[in-house]
């Protein structure tokens, strides 16, 4: 009977857990116009230090919502601004930051193999409070870390938007 009785209690445990998992999600994501500031003001950052860059900010799937180019910016900071930006929301993390990863550590060294990953600085995630709704990625600026500091700079700009 105490077998009995503790088969049944397992057994109900179990189907609660079945009935109060979630079926739908709700989750944060990026806007467009959250989107379009960003960009916009992660151009301006890296025009005002110098920098011909192009900004293309994604959401938390890594699916582009906005792309800026400065006039006079490579052809190639197209791509790399999305490859940045999609690997930062994938990883949630910083580009910069999963690089020096990477030449520290052999194990994370194979993180360049996956497809569509770009360790070099320039991407930063956005967050709203501890969710990634999407990144930010920067291609043009002299440097990666130039890249990531005018990504930085248009997040404060934007910092009241997420919330």
């Known amino acids: 009977m105490r077998r009995f009785a503790t088969t049944l209690v397992l057994a109900a445990c179990a189907a609660a857990s079945t009935v109060n998992a979630q079926a739908v999600r709700t ?51 197209v791509a790399a601004s999305f490859g940045k930006a999609f690997t930062s929301a994938s990883a949630r993390n910083t580009t910069l930051a999963m690089m020096e990863g990477a030449q520290k550590n052999p194990a994370a060294a194979n993180l360049v193999y996956i497809p569509g990953f770009l360790l070099v600085g320039g991407g930063v995630p956005v967050r709203v409070g501890n969710d990634v709704i999407g990144a930010v990625g920067v291609g043009g600026a002299p440097g990666g870390h130039l890249d990531e500091q005018c990504a930085v700079a248009a997040l404060e700009k934007v910092k009241d938007l997420l919330k």
């Open 27 to 77: 989750e944060r994501n990026m806007s467009l116009e959250l989107a379009n500031q960003l960009a916009a003001a992660t151009v301006a950052a890296c025009t005002a230090g110098g920098y011909n860059v192009t900004a293309t900010v994604v959401d938390r799937a890594g699916t582009v919502r906005a792309v800026q180019r400065a006039d006079n910016a490579g052809p190639h900071t």
